[in-house]
């Protein structure tokens, strides 16, 4: 059975940094494409960013190029999220999602969420 945990939400000032973890069980993070996904208040579920050991490809939406890192520990078949100059309008839940292929940005490509983990960015 797959399963994702997401951890590491919080409150944090803008400017400020978070590091989101997502523990993954009953798959094997080579053959899976992975990705951070979150949604605000009122919002759709949007991708954030995603990446794939096998393709050895990451993806990240503009909204947050140059400020997340996206990275996985497959030993530990655990992803990480760096958020680093975090904005009000980061705030949102984070999910943390898997397909079993290749790497997609959309929502609707991918099978397996977590739970969420909430980020909250005061101004």
């Known amino acids: 059975e797959v399963q994702l945990v997401e951890s590491g939400g919080g409150l944090v000032q803008a400017g400020g940094s978070l590091r989101l973890s997502c523990a993954a069980s009953g798959f094997t993070f080579d053959d899976y494409a992975i990705g951070w996904f979150r949604q605000a208040p009122g919002k759709e579920r949007e991708g954030v960013s995603c990446i794939s050991s096998s393709e050895g490809s990451t993806w990240y939406a503009d909204a947050v190029k140059g400020r997340f890192t996206i990275s996985s520990d497959n030993a530990k078949n655990t992803l990480y999220l760096q958020m680093n100059v975090l904005k009000p309008e980061d705030t949102a839940v984070y999910y943390c999602?898997?397909?079993?292929?290749?790497?997609?940005?959309?929502?609707?490509?991918?099978?397996?969420w977590g739970q969420g983990t909430q980020v909250t960015v005061s101004s």
């Open positions: 999602a898997a397909r079993d292929s290749p790497i997609a940005t959309t929502t609707e490509n991918y099978d397996y």
